[in-house]
């Protein structure tokens, strides 16, 4: 994805953009009226009286801006339960969904359409025909509208509930991680064969935030109408600053200025789900750890959330095919599978250190893991395994509870 498409991916992603779309949708319904009305006969025409679509378009508006508002107000209390019992990450998430984004602007669009047909009524805009027109798309906006609220009140029973988000966020880490599981350098050469020798130059970052994109595709054509090669030395989700390298280029020949390299990539104030399959994994872990708080003390979606991240991390052990090289001046690095683990199982290992249902679950979740990857993955959950079992011995209570983990761990470790 190029660093424009990303762009514009993120501001249409926002309400207010589906909004303008419906909005201009009502706009130009009400409108297309007094348009067609030649293409209805005049006779036609004299059986509907303003007053009939004007009492239906005026009940439409009040009801769509009570409905809107009200929709809003449980929005609003959806983005805080979520922040509350989850994690205030996922709200992005919530904000971001089409069904909720489509519902509130259907019901702008049916607003403004409303208020539109009353004023163009009121001015004699659509004279008898149009009448006619105007009264047909009312009794079509109406079955829309219906229909969407059915569909806005089975939403409205689910949004905000901790499985729901927990549900959400385990769809996009997965999608994200089978996506780097499939092209763990994503197009790119390994970083660790980036040639040595030549003219080289490490670039900074100009401000302080976080890769959120690199658009390896637009480095790839810098690389070869410069004549030189790119590694990336600061992955996505990595936090930037002026003193830390973040490309680094090599060639014989003169090398261009910082500028044009440094706008391939896009940083801001927090992370980005899209590149960035540790932060989604680790997003699916605060729920976990906030589950398992002395405030709220759920272990039951504690044990939820491991059974998700096992899922969410088998995709990554899966041993990804040979990808095809199209960016071949550009060099990055593929995610370790110690990372992974530590923002997966770190915090929750931690937290649920006292709670034996969560060490056994997590014990055998790891063990999974352990026959599902390859090497890097056995030695990272054979490590967190080993911290699970330190950790038992200084939280849990009970010498029966501790010799359960180690059972656990002698079964499927040995």
């Not at 069904?99 to 607003?111: D, E, H, I, W």
């Not at 025909?129 to 409205?156: E, S």
């Not at 398992?292 to 995709?315: P, Q």
């Not at 959950?381 to 002698?410: F, G, I, P």
């Amino acid at each position: 994805m190029s660093r424009w498409r990303f762009i514009v991916r993120q501001l249409t992603s926002g309400l207010w953009f589906r909004s303008l779309i419906f909005s201009a949708i009502g706009v130009i319904a009400a409108l297309m009226a007094a348009w067609l009305s030649p293409l209805i006969p005049s006779e036609l025409g004299g059986r509907i009286g303003a007053d009939a679509v004007d009492n239906i378009l005026g009940i439409l508006a009040s009801s769509m801006l009570a409905v809107t508002t009200f929709s809003l107000n449980i929005m609003l209390g959806a983005y805080s339960s979520a922040t509350t019992n989850a994690t205030p990450r996922a709200t992005r998430l919530l904000m971001a969904d089409p069904t909720s984004q489509n519902v509130l602007s259907t019901f702008v669009g049916v607003f403004l359409y409303s208020i539109v047909g009353i004023i163009a009524l009121s001015t004699g805009t659509y004279g008898e025909q149009g009448r006619v027109i105007l009264f047909g798309a009312t009794i079509a906006v109406i079955v829309v509208t219906v229909f969407t609220l059915l569909r806005w009140i089975d939403y409205l029973s689910r949004i905000g509930r901790v499985g729901d988000t927990a549900q959400r966020v385990e769809k996009v880490a997965l999608d994200v991680v089978e996506t780097y599981a499939r092209d763990p350098f994503r197009g790119c050469r390994n970083r660790l064969d980036f040639p040595a020798g030549g003219n080289r130059r490490k670039l900074r970052c100009r401000t302080i935030g976080y890769i959120q994109h690199v658009d390896f595709a637009g480095l790839q054509g810098l690389a070869e109408r410069h004549d030189c090669r790119i590694a990336l030395l600061s992955d996505v989700g990595t936090f930037c600053d002026p003193s830390r390298p973040v490309l680094e280029i090599a060639g014989d020949g003169e090398l261009p200025e910082d500028a044009a390299f440094l706008q391939a990539l896009t940083i801001g104030d927090q992370r980005s789900f899209d590149q960035d399959p540790r932060f989604a994994v680790a997003v699916l872990a605060e729920i976990g750890a906030r589950a398992l708080s002395a405030a709220i003390n759920d272990i039951g979606t504690a044990i939820d959330i491991i059974g998700r991240s096992l899922r969410v991390m088998a995709a990554a052990a899966q041993p990804a095919e040979a990808s095809e090289i199209r960016h071949d001046r550009v060099y990055a690095a593929r995610i370790q599978a110690d990372d992974l683990f530590d923002d997966m199982f770190t915090s929750l290992g931690r937290d649920g250190a006292g709670e034996i249902e969560v060490m056994v679950r997590l014990m055998k979740a790891l063990a999974s893991l352990h026959d599902l990857g390859g090497p890097d993955f056995r030695a990272a959950s054979r490590r967190h395994a080993l911290e699970l079992l330190e950790r038992s011995n200084s939280t849990l209570q009970m010498d029966s509870e501790k010799r359960a983990l180690r059972q656990v761990y002698d079964s499927r470790f040995a």
